[in-house]
């Protein structure tokens, strides 16, 4: 959220700009037919804009200018009939191999107007929600063997990166093509994909083992070190790991050139950086203190340093 603007009034700004940007698609669906079949395959088009038009449009621009109460019911019913649209949508899309692009836009509509329904509803987006189960922070269990932290971030990684890097890129590669959003990439994508996976695999497993060893824990949330970790590639980056997942996510986006994994895996690295990365900087800090601060002013979050920290000048 911008600083200096209240949490309303860059959620009212938002669905201001959602009525506007939902009134000019409409007037594209009725005056532009390649916006209509691109957006609502074979839709009867005055049948979706006799619901589409109060529950969304109308509704994002009462979300903007109504007194607080009254918009922020305005803001529910535009949210949920996203939301709804979004669902019903790719399935009609999933079926008939129609309206791609249509699904592809309700999905960022239904994301940004679920963040500012919460701006409006509590004042923020409650990101401590995403913080359950393995996600959690915790420490791991002091005194437990090496073995057996190497174990448990064996598990992890499988479990992940099979998850995230493998499950999910295939499910949205088939979706890309089931919804004819395949973009023609340059045949050389697939080879610098493998060169990234690669690299970027082998600084996970790097960091993972820093953590492990040095540690005395495991790179897992629910079973974080009981040290401060400040060897390996941690002497170059703060966070390493997710700049390795990161990159991986790319890497195999290129690799099945698929531009939709590539986003997948760019929008997972703003989920991590502004909604799970506050968490963990300030259990690190509740956890190691000063030793914490001084090594955060010292390593960079994203851009690695040229001489390690600790090397002396």
């Known amino acids: 959220m911008p600083r200096g603007f209240p949490a309303a009034t860059v959620a009212r700004a938002y669905f201001a700009l959602q009525a506007l940007a939902g009134g000019a698609w409409w007037v594209g669906v009725f005056t532009v037919p390649v916006v209509r079949t691109t957006t609502l395959g074979e839709l009867d088009p005055v049948a979706v804009a006799v619901l589409d038009v109060p529950l969304f449009v109308v509704a994002s621009a009462l979300a903007a200018v109504l007194p607080l109460r009254a918009a922020r019911?305005?803001?529910?019913?535009?949210?949920?009939?996203?939301?709804?649209?979004?669902?019903?949508?790719?399935?009609?899309?999933?079926?008939?191999?129609?309206?791609?692009?249509?699904?592809?836009?309700?999905?960022?509509?239904?994301?940004?107007?679920?963040?500012?329904?919460?701006?409006?509803?509590?004042g923020?987006?409650?990101?401590?929600?995403?913080?359950?189960?393995?996600?959690?922070?915790?420490?791991?269990?002091?005194?437990?063997?090496?073995?057996?932290?190497?174990a448990a971030t064996a598990a992890q990684i499988v479990v992940f990166w099979g998850l995230f890097l493998v499950v999910l890129p295939v499910i949205i590669r088939a979706l890309e093509e089931r919804w004819r959003l395949v973009l023609p990439l340059p045949a050389a994508v697939d080879v610098?994909?493998?060169?990234?996976?690669?690299?970027?695999?082998?600084?996970?497993?790097?960091?993972?083992?820093?953590?492990?060893?040095?540690?005395?824990?495991?790179?897992?949330?629910?079973?974080?070190?009981?040290?401060?970790?400040?060897?390996?590639p941690y002497?170059?980056?703060?966070?390493?790991?997710?700049?390795?997942?990161?990159?991986?996510?790319?890497?195999?986006?290129?690799?099945?050139?698929?531009?939709?994994?590539?986003?997948?895996?760019?929008?997972?690295?703003?989920?991590?950086n502004y909604a799970i990365r506050p968490h963990e900087e300030?259990?690190?800090?509740?956890?190691?203190?000063?030793?914490?601060?001084?090594?955060?002013?010292?390593?960079r979050c994203w851009i690695p340093r040229l001489r390690p920290v600790g090397s002396g000048r």
């Not at 939301?83 to 994301?111: D, E, F, K, P, R």
């Not at 994909?193 to 695999?201: E, K, L, Q, R, Y």
């Open 235 to 272: 002497r170059f980056v703060r966070n390493p790991m997710a700049l390795a997942g990161i990159a991986q996510g790319v890497g195999v986006g290129l690799l099945m050139s698929s531009w939709m994994v590539v986003v997948y895996a760019l929008a997972g690295s703003l989920v991590w």
């Open 73 to 122: 019911w305005a803001a529910g019913t535009a949210t949920a009939w996203t939301l709804a649209v979004t669902v019903l949508l790719a399935t009609y899309a999933t079926v008939t191999t129609l309206a791609g692009w249509g699904v592809v836009l309700m999905i960022a509509a239904s994301v940004a107007s679920v963040g500012a329904v919460f701006l409006l509803v509590l």
């Open 124 to 150: 923020r987006v409650p990101t401590e929600w995403l913080l359950v189960g393995p996600f959690a922070f915790r420490r791991a269990r002091p005194g437990r063997s090496p073995l057996a932290h190497v």
């Open 192 to 232: 610098v994909g493998i060169v990234v996976v690669v690299a970027a695999s082998a600084l996970g497993l790097w960091s993972a083992a820093a953590m492990t060893v040095e540690g005395d824990g495991t790179p897992l949330p629910s079973a974080m070190p009981n040290r401060l970790v400040v060897a390996g």
């Open 282 to 299: 300030a259990d690190l800090v509740r956890a190691f203190g000063d030793e914490y601060r001084a090594y955060a002013r010292a390593v």
